[in-house]
Nanobody, 124 residues
Framework: ERQLVESGGGLVQAGGSLRLSCATSGFTFEDYPIGWFRQAPGKEREGVSCISDNGATTYYLDSVKDRFTISRDNAKKTVYLQMNSLKPEDTAVYYC?????????????????WGQGTQVTVSS
């Protein structure tokens, strides 16, 4: 069974940090780019950051550039999202996914398989 399990969300004050993890199983992890997406209440799901299968290239949403860092450990089949200088507008449910559409300048759901999501709440 293909699984993606997010963890690391929580409540943090503006300016704080969180590190999200996405542990995976059931598919050949190292063959796929992986993405982090988020969905705030009343808004569409958006691509926050994606990483190529070998970790050589990354994509970031403009609003998170220089604050968030995506990384992956292919031996552990896990992807991370380090989030620094968090802002209230970063509040959302964060999902990881594979089967995404990823390339230069874009990170889209495509035919994604999703995790269950983890809530990130940033208070002002």
């Amino acid at each position: 069974e293909r699984q993606l399990v997010e963890s690391g969300g929580g409540l943090v004050q503006a300016g704080g940090s969180l590190r999200l993890s996405c542990a995976t199983s059931g598919f050949t992890f190292e063959d796929y780019p992986i993405g982090w997406f988020r969905q705030a209440p009343g808004k569409e799901r958006e691509g926050v950051s994606c990483i190529s299968d070998n970790g050589a290239t990354t994509y970031y949403l403009d609003s998170v550039k220089d604050r968030f860092t995506i990384s992956r450990d292919n031996a552990k089949k896990t992807v991370y999202l380090q989030m620094n200088s968090l802002k209230p507008e970063d509040t959302a449910v964060y999902y990881c996914a594979y089967g995404i559409m990823y390339g230069r300048g874009y990170c889209l759901p495509g035919y994604a398989t999703w995790g269950q999501g983890t809530q990130v709440t940033v208070s002002s």
